[in-house]
């Protein structure tokens, strides 16, 4: 089966390393390569993730850097990586907006920028806050998803309040021309996400991050039983597969048994929909950035 994984992390910044050992694996491109391969990944989205350099006068696209230097037109090296210029919300003023939106522009024309994404939680703002604004049309203009971090945070410093699913309902609504994608299914509201997907032609769901550390896809079925059905459960009440992605939140957890949790999940028939064609349809320029892979 060919995969795409729409949310990983290839970051060098700190914890990556440290996660990817809770998970029995190494942060390294190299490593990423070989994993990838080895479970039929053919292509995946890293996040953007850290803080805008704060030293800088604008709010710099976050952007993955694990695999060498990353400049505007390097995306040879890693070529199965696509990624997502992370929007470090703290960073915009009302002063660098201008200036900030044509440096994330500038990347938006590259082929390897397939995306942007927000941390809520993380930044202790909403979606809806208005300086955000001016970066949803952006993705608009360039036909690319707005991918937030929704639900639980990794540690004890984020805000769950706003990264609650529910808070994109608005933008959701007064945005009808951008795309969103709630990463992690809002976990663990899943309900409130799923209603804000079924409401919102342009809001899908990505899979990543329900289960993370060493797991045996088997073991974690059977011991989460309830939670699972509860997955089950409301995804069928959705209904609509195109709005479901695979993800895994590579490093957080060992991706070959991650694989198997999701396939358990997701009935067969939409299996091909949800590793690999959805994906093709939400991130857009994903297709175009494939096949200029293909020439390379
Ligand atoms: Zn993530």
Not at 145 to 156: E, L, R
Not at 288 to 293: D, F, G, H, P, T
Request: charged fraction near 20%; glycine fraction near 8%.
């Amino acid at each position: 089966m060919k995969i795409i994984d729409t949310h990983i992390h290839y970051s060098r910044h700190e914890g990556f390393a440290e996660t990817a050992k809770e998970s029995g694996q190494v942060n390294t491109a190299d490593a990423v390569a070989k994993n990838f391969t080895a479970n039929g990944v053919i292509m995946a989205i890293a996040m953007g993730t850290g803080r805008s350099d704060e030293n800088s006068e604008i709010c710099e696209p976050m952007r993955p850097d694990l695999g060498g230097e990353v400049t505007l037109q390097n995306y040879g090296i890693d070529s199965h990586i696509a990624y997502c210029a992370g929007v470090d919300s703290g960073a915009i003023t009302p002063q660098n907006t201008s200036k900030s939106l044509e440096m994330f522009e500038r990347f938006l024309q590259t082929p390897q920028c397939v995306g942007l994404k927000f941390y809520p939680g993380y930044h202790h703002l909403y979606l809806s806050d208005k300086r955000h604004y001016p970066f949803f049309e952006l993705a608009a203009a360039y036909d690319v998803p707005v991918v937030i971090h929704s639900g639980d945070t990794a540690g004890n410093r984020g805000q769950v309040k706003y990264s609650h699913p529910l808070t994109i309902d608005e933008v959701a609504v007064d945005f009808p021309q951008t795309r969103f994608v709630l990463a992690h299914y809002g976990n663990p509201w899943i309900v409130d996400a799923t209603e804000v997907a079924a409401k919102n032609e342009n809001v899908s769901i990505d899979l990543s991050g329900l289960a993370a550390g060493v797991i045996d896809h088997a073991v974690f079925l059977e011991q989460f039983r309830g939670y699972i059905e509860h997955l089950k459960t409301w995804m069928a009440y959705l209904g609509n597969w195109e709005k479901f992605m695979y993800g895994s939140d590579y490093p957080l957890v060992n991706i070959g048994e991650y694989i198997k949790v999701i396939q358990a999940i997701v009935p067969e028939q939409h299996h091909e929909k949800v590793f690999y064609a959805n994906a093709l349809q939400i991130f857009s320029k994903l297709r175009a950035y494939q096949l200029i892979m293909e020439m390379l």
